[in-house]
């Protein structure tokens, strides 16, 4: 199994990290399409090769072809739209929002699976990118949608923890060379 190929890795000044991982994958309340899809968008978006050649074939095993293929369709778009977009919030000139965005991205009108789960795995997503307008545009979407509180805390802690793990792994790969 991967994911404890990807524990056995994590060293042990950073346990807390490793028992995170087991927790938010493992234990998990969110659907297996929803888990995954936010597992795999995540770990593109950690920009980790470790973590993401890792966990892309469980998650691949995991979700059908259409989601797998949507959740690297969000880890593609949100890398884009959080530039984007928190390049225009952080902006001390106001005017930029006014300005037509001109860039595709319609894949979110249509992303071949539930709006929710695409909603879902790009907040997580713009939760690693620190994009506070996407973080604000997707989590209204899925609370409109009734998604509730838990469900979209839920993905945040695996972007966060998916995250913290492909940061910790990486630094010591480069430390060991």
């Not at 890795?9 to 087991?22: E, H, S, T, Y």
């Not at 995540?42 to 293929?69: D, F, G, H, Q, W």
């Not at 979110?108 to 539930?114: D, L, R």
């Not at 973080?135 to 979407?141: A, I």
Request: hydrophobic share 45%; proline share 4%.
């Amino acid at each position: 199994m991967a994911l404890d190929e990807l524990k056995a890795a994590i060293p042990d000044f950073a346990k807390d990290l490793k028992l995170n991982l087991g927790s938010v994958i493992g234990n998990s309340e969110l659907p297996q399409q929803q888990l995954w899809g936010t597992v795999l968008a995540c770990a593109i978006a950690s920009r980790s090769p470790k973590v993401l050649r890792e966990l892309e074939p469980e998650a691949k095993a995991n979700l059908k072809p259409e989601a797998y293929t949507a959740a690297k369709s969000a880890a593609a778009v949100m890398a884009m739209n959080n530039v984007f977009y928190r390049t225009r919030h952080l902006l001390s000139d106001p005017e930029y929002a006014n300005l037509r965005a001109g860039l595709r991205m319609n894949v979110i009108g249509n992303p071949g699976v539930e709006k929710v789960d695409f909603e879902l795995w790009s907040l997580a997503v713009s939760a690693i990118n620190g994009c506070g307008q996407c973080l604000d545009s997707h989590e209204q979407v899925l609370r409109k949608a009734g998604v509730d509180r838990e469900t979209i805390q839920e993905a945040v802690k695996i972007a966060a923890v998916i995250q913290a793990v492909g940061t910790t792994l990486d630094a010591e790969a480069t430390l060991a060379e």
